[in-house]
């Protein structure tokens, strides 16, 4: 659904813990997501992708799962350091939209030390 | 690490001047895009931009709003009459391929229309 105004979901964990991010989002026609993670004053950075023909996909410490029966997507950072505090936001390219990405809302992520 | 570098971080105008917002993408990509994000809103896009011309927009990219790459390097969005709703951090980004969703965000031009 929408976000809008100055509230962000939080999830806040321990350090060393595994973190879940999770988005949802409302285009069935929609073939392509990607997390982004943003920090305080910098711009947007790409972590992970995925296209709608998997369900999975893993990089270096974070894996991606997307579940297209629920229309959700979830961020997954195992063993979550300091410096992954952030707002991660996802994205998804509705279909035949070429390069236009539609951001979610975000999540803030808080990482106790 | 090349990185996308935009000016300047932040900008103050009267509303109904010009303003142009500047970029410099990363030196071997070739697909440029202006976003912006409202505070406390969602990253929005604006434009997508190859081989000197635009090849998307959204409805905010109005007539209000262009887009050029004036030279090898630099890569411009103006805003030819600023609104008070253009208040935003604008952010530029570039990518090597075209249909991807691994993009290089500059850290930000905020703009304040008063």
């Known amino acids: 659904g929408e976000s809008v105004g100055l509230h962000l979901p939080t999830l806040s964990v321990q350090e060393g813990d595994n973190s879940i991010i999770n988005c949802a989002y409302s285009n069935s026609a929609s073939d392509y997501f990607i997390w982004y993670k943003q920090e305080s004053g910098k711009g947007p950075q790409f972590i992970i992708d995925i296209r709608s023909n998997m369900d999975k996909r893993q990089g270096q410490r974070v894996t991606v799962l997307l579940n297209k029966t629920v229309k959700h997507l979830s961020l997954q950072i195992a063993a979550t350091q300091p410096g992954d505090s952030a707002v991660y936001f996802c994205?998804?390219?509705?279909?035949?939209?070429?390069?236009?990405?539609?951001f979610g809302g975000g999540t803030r992520l808080m990482v106790k030390p | 690490e090349p990185e996308v570098t935009q000016t300047p971080s932040h900008q103050v105008t009267q509303m109904g001047q010009e303003v142009i917002l500047r970029c410099v993408p990363i030196s071997n990509h070739l697909y440029f895009y202006w976003y912006r994000q409202i505070l406390g809103q969602k990253v929005e896009f604006l434009v997508s931009?190859?081989?000197?011309?635009?090849?998307?927009k959204s409805e905010i990219f109005d007539d209000q709003f262009s887009v050029e790459r004036p030279d090898g390097s630099n890569f411009t969005l103006k805003i030819r009459s600023t609104k008070l709703e253009d208040s935003a951090m604008y952010f530029c980004?570039?990518?090597?391929?075209?249909?991807?969703?691994?993009?290089?965000f500059g850290e930000g031009s905020r703009l304040t229309v008063l």
């Open positions: 931009f190859y081989n000197n011309e635009i090849s998307e």
């Open positions: 980004a570039s990518s090597a391929r075209e249909y991807t969703g691994e993009l290089f």
């Open positions: 994205a998804e390219r509705r279909n035949n939209a070429g390069n236009m990405l539609t």
